[in-house]
């Protein structure tokens, strides 16, 4: 049986009924956000942006499958108030801060990847330092109980386990994609992870219903 949050969660599932206005110009912002740099050509940028979200949107399905597969929980659901919950543990509002998230901390990465901060290479101190902000906005979500967590291997005793899997691979991807030599070997990997995406919605959302 669903735990308490998860029934919660199920029960707003893709409820357009829950739309609010300001999703629009949340939209617009997303927008913006990527119009402006793909109007200074900052096409690495971008891809990095894309990188990011699409590492995020496996995530969110992979989470999906495992509440499908324990029939209990997901790793983290969004039980809470929302304009649109999408996924059992991803809201709209999420969606669009992942969707420009990559563009912003690339932002702060260093001209050369050689370079230290702290005595750290630039890259791994961004990500390391992004990831550790990330885990504490969720620990905070969690005690308003926007965000929950039902197992306790993956909860505020077990932060590491969210550092590592649930944002530093988004980080390091993205940062991966940003570094490459080639623009084929951008665009290449940014749409081997949305395939890989598209491909898992196909099969585990409009093939099984696990979604």
Partial sequence: ?????????????RDGSNFQWYVIPLLAFV????????????YTLVLAGLAFWGMD???EIM?????????WAPLWCAPGETAF?????????IMFMFAVAGIIWSKLLLPNKEDKILGVPNRWFVAIAGSIFC???EMLLNVVDALTWDWTFWDINTPWLIFL?????????AF?????????????TVGTIWGIDVLAVLIFGLGLGWL
């Fill in 1 to 13: 049986m669903p735990s308490d949050f998860s029934q919660q969660a199920l029960m707003n599932l």
């Fill in 31 to 42: 927008f913006y956000i990527y119009a402006v740099e793909m109007e200074k050509k900052n």
């Fill in 57 to 59: 949107w496996f995530n």
């Fill in 63 to 71: 989470n999906s499958v495992i509440f499908q597969l324990a029939g």
């Fill in 85 to 93: 919950l999408i996924l059992i543990g991803l809201n709209i509002e």
């Fill in 135 to 137: 885990v504490v906005v």
């Fill in 165 to 173: 899997f649930g944002y530093l691979t988004f980080f390091v991807v």
């Fill in 176 to 188: 991966w994609v940003y570094d490459m030599p080639t623009m084929k070997e951008k665009l290449i």
